[in-house]
């Protein structure tokens, strides 16, 4: 969920998005260990609970070459404020509110052909964003001065202007939103035909997706802030209809383009737009009555289920999408980082009350359960949509707290059976971040990944040792990730049914000890299903035991 701050620019480039939440670098934020302290049970029961975990989870927007070479990345996504009014034709977008609303010319290596290539060429899947807010760039020049949406020569005052550029302001007098701008100053008009004409450029370009080209198509990027963030070319607060009619006949577009790509939408940008029109604001309201009362999720998987319905039972919706950023602080101090750990909880748990402006303290809403709500809500108005998280970031990538969270919520997303997910501000490769991923996608240094198939795991408390577990197709091994989230070593017992044990456990632990490589540590010995281990605090543990 989005805070209602501004956000910095996102530039699309050839490697995903140029803008990250921390800054590089490596850092040890944790308390030294105690003495070690008896911890939770855990137990494992590979007969039950059992799915199959989307290796689509492990997304990314951008990353690193050799990190997504090494972690095999499954999906990557072009998106992001930019891409609201990329066009296409010329390679130019417009930062919006995230930098003067300014058109920038992309150079060869960062368009959208060098990113779809980049990606097909190392075999990741690619999400492509197609404008749906009815303008694009137009014909820009490639270097300052900028075609820019609030010019000091039609808007003289305001709060700030480029210093590079000094005649592209920030479209504020006084911390008010000017209006008044012309669209004519940036972009060009279009319509899903537009999007139509991309799509078909692309398969042109690398084929359709049944054979290799771009498989998903995004619905724009959080189009119910467009009255924000593109505030000069659409200032207007977006109702359902808008929303509705622009993602039903864009979606129809795609779909005569390339028949086998699949469409994502509405990529929402937090809480509000999760339950509310930009016409409603944050709760329900005048729009949401004239719409049956359903709220704007609820509302737009019904109108794609109509859409379809009425159109002979095609599908035009694959993937409902939300973006999901925890309402807390960057800050890496002990409150903060108790704060992170304890906010996953907001992805799926019904005793969890969020502890911002969306609990008690502000709107004063529901337990989120966040994934549970979404799958849910598909499952009520359109049947077999698969659900998305396309940008989401727990923050502190540089500590071992942020590596921590991360790890907790790949694990409740393997759990949970989300379809697909793409954090946004991905950590650098000497990140304990990036860490948290290699424990999913290379524990060993040599390809080592957890299970596909998601079993029953439970721990006596998972807010202090938590546990994930998953069989994997290939061999048939059971794979286990352990998180202590506490300060202290434990100790704890582990319980195992519904697999032959092999009698030992290969470990692997990533913690403080060394944030800069995963440890193969000894093995744990199995008998009769049971095995008591001692896990280090703040620490990260993957168990693999092969099948007898």
Known sequence: MRTRRQRKWRGVTAGGIAATLVAAGVTAHAAPALAAATGPTLSVDVSAARHPISPDIYGLNGADPAFAAEIGL?????????????????????TGSDWYFENIVDAPENTLESFVQTNRDRGTKQIVTVPMIGWVAKDSPPSHPFACGFPATRFPAQDSFDQWDPNCGNGML????????????????VGPSFDGEMVSHLVSQFG????????????????????????????????????GGKGTATAAAVKVADPGAAVLGPSGWGYCEWV????????PGADAAAHG??????????????????????????????????????GEDPDSDALRLRSTRSLWDPTYVDESWIGPSGVNAPPLQFIRTMKAWVAQYYPGTKV???????????????????ADVLGIFGREGLDLATMWGEPQPAQPGAYAFRMY?????????????????????????AVYAAQRSSDKALTLTVINKTDQDLTSTLSISGFRCPGTAKRFTYSPADLTSIARDGDLTVNRGSATATYPANSITTLVLPRN
Not at 174 to 189: F, K
Not at 278 to 283: L, Q, V
Request: hydrophobic share 30%; charged share 20%.
């Open 276 to 283: 509310a029109s930009g016409a409603d604001g944050c709760a």
């Open 174 to 189: 006084d911390g008010t939103n000017l209006t008044g701008a012309d669209p004519a100053d940036t972009s060009i008009p």
């Open 293 to 330: 009362g359903l709220n704007l999720s609820q509302w737009y998987l019904k109108n794609m289920k109509d859409y379809s319905d009425a159109h002979g039972g095609k599908r035009f919706l694959d993937y409902f999408d939300q973006h999901y950023y925890p309402q807390i602080s960057g």
């Open 441 to 465: 996608r290379d524990y060993d240094g040599a390809g080592g990944r957890f299970g596909d198939v998601s079993v029953s795991a439970a721990s006596s408390d998972q807010g202090r040792l």
């Open 74 to 94: 499954p999906v990557a996504r072009w998106g992001g404020n930019a891409s609201s009014r990329y066009n296409f034709k010329n390679h130019t977008y417009n």
């Open 208 to 243: 359709p997706a049944a054979r290799g080209g771009v498989r998903i198509y995004e619905l724009d990027n959080e189009p119910v802030l467009w009255s924000s963030t593109h505030r000069d070319v659409h200032p207007a607060a977006v109702t359902y209809d808008e929303l």
């Open 388 to 406: 998305a998280i396309t940008e989401y970031n727990w923050g502190a990538l540089d500590d071992i707290n942020g590596a921590l969270a991360e």
